[in-house]
């Protein structure tokens, strides 16, 4: 029996490893430590954490298992599509429908993106990184992933790990500027919710028709739309309720464990620890406070408009990340007044801040090709 070769197999994994990979390694386990014990989307930040430490123990996603999960999901963009589909069986868009002007919220909240995109590019980001880079603003990890993947793949996995690590934090990162941007009689304003009726019809009409316009105008957007409509049509048709709850389940939480492992495995040392990252990690946390800056913003302008009948809050939930930052502005508000319920005005923003990060995702791929040609 060679000896040496035996030795040499049993150490191979030690002499493989460097300070780097420790570095990464610890990270990994923070983002596990952030989703076990603080609960920070455990769903989301688990995954990630657990395929950060293997990406850098030799299983990242150039071999073995992981390479599969990855080119099976995130290179061919199955895995955001079917999330999408899940999330949008989720979503009631019965609040906007009945709210239409809550649309210009969910315009407002995307800023941040073409901000970052901006400033990327001053930075010396070439044209498809600075727009891969503004897609964290959309604080939607399937539009990021999606956008980022088709544009930019070599920096993926900052882009990913900012726009799902941002989206766990709106509890931290969104407060202290709703309470700095807002004044507390601002916060007081009481919105009384006597929606109009929102017919079956109409909410079966609505997924179709919007897929259609937006595969029309919008066509880069199309994909992402057309899923989160797929799923939202699951929901309302009421004739597939085993559809429609298996996406909401199943099929959302297969895909969402499979993607987080994917993009934790592209967490190596060697593609994280560098200066870009920082600058890229930076520039969509700066994104994530445009659009909340701006949201409440127009908030701010639509109650004056309105002679003081819209809370700015719901401004600040006009950005994605469905439905934390919704239950965020309206639990801002019984924060100052426990008799104060903004929830559904909260979450009509909320919705439009879905469509428009799908829209903003679509728009920044077709700048890019329009520009750049890639």
């Known amino acids: 029996m060679d000896f040496t070769h035996v030795l040499s197999d049993i150490t191979k994994g030690f002499a493989a490893f460097t300070w780097q990979n420790g570095v990464m390694l610890l990270l990994g386990l923070v983002l596990i430590y952030l989703a076990i014990w603080k ?6 930040l ?39 589909i899940g999330v949008g069986a989720m979503i009631d868009f019965g609040p906007l429908l009945s709210q239409p002007s809550l649309i210009m919220l969910g315009a407002a909240g995307q ?5 970052a995109l901006l400033l990327a590019i001053l930075l010396g980001f070439p044209l498809n990184e600075a727009a891969a880079i503004g897609s964290i603003g959309a604080i939607d990890g399937p539009t990021a992933i999606f956008v980022g993947e088709r ?15 941002y989206m766990s934090l709106i509890p931290i990162i ?30 079966v009409i609505f997924p179709i028709l919007v897929t259609i316009l937006v595969a029309l105008v919008a066509p880069d957007a199309a994909p992402l739309m057309a899923a989160l409509m797929l799923g939202n049509l699951l929901r309302e048709a009421l004739v597939v309720d085993r559809l429609s709850v298996m ?13 987080g492992l994917a993009i934790g495995s592209t967490m190596t040392a060697q593609s994280f620890l560098n ?29 004056v408009v309105t002679k003081g009948k819209v809370n700015p809050l719901i401004g600040a939930c006009g950005i994605s990340a469905f ?30 801040g879905q469509l428009g990060s799908v829209i903003a995702g679509g728009l920044l791929l077709a700048l890019v090709k329009g520009i750049g040609g890639f």
């Not at 609960?39 to 989301?44: R, W």
């Not at 004044?183 to 909410?203: A, C, F, W």
Request: proline share 7%; glycine share 8%; with cysteine.
């Open 247 to 259: 996406a909401q389940n199943e099929l959302i939480n297969i895909a969402t464990l499979f993607l």
């Open 111 to 115: 800023f941040g993106i073409y901000f």
């Open 46 to 84: 688990l995954p990630i954490g657990f395929g950060c430490v293997l990406a850098n123990l030799g299983m990242s996603n150039e071999v073995g298992f992981m390479k599969v999960f990855y080119d099976a999901g995130i290179k061919t963009e199955i895995f955001p599509l079917v999330i999408f």
């Open 174 to 203: 969104q407060p202290p500027i709703m309470r700095l941007m807002t004044s507390r009689k601002e916060r007081l304003i009481r919105m009384e919710y006597s929606p109009k009726p929102v017919s079956r019809l109409t909410r």
């Open 275 to 303: 200066w870009n990252t920082l600058m890229i990690l930076g520039l969509g946390l700066l994104a994530f406070v445009v659009d909340t800056i701006a949201g409440l913003l127009f908030g701010k302008l639509m109650a």
């Open 323 to 352: 439905p934390m930052a919704g239950r965020l502005s309206a639990q801002m508000a019984l924060e100052e007044d426990p008799t104060n319920f903004i929830l559904m005005h909260a979450m009509g923003s909320n919705t439009a």
């Open 151 to 165: 544009l930019a793949p070599n920096i993926i996995a900052p882009i990913a790990v900012a726009a799902y690590s």
């Open 39 to 44: 609960e920070y989307e455990p769903v989301l």
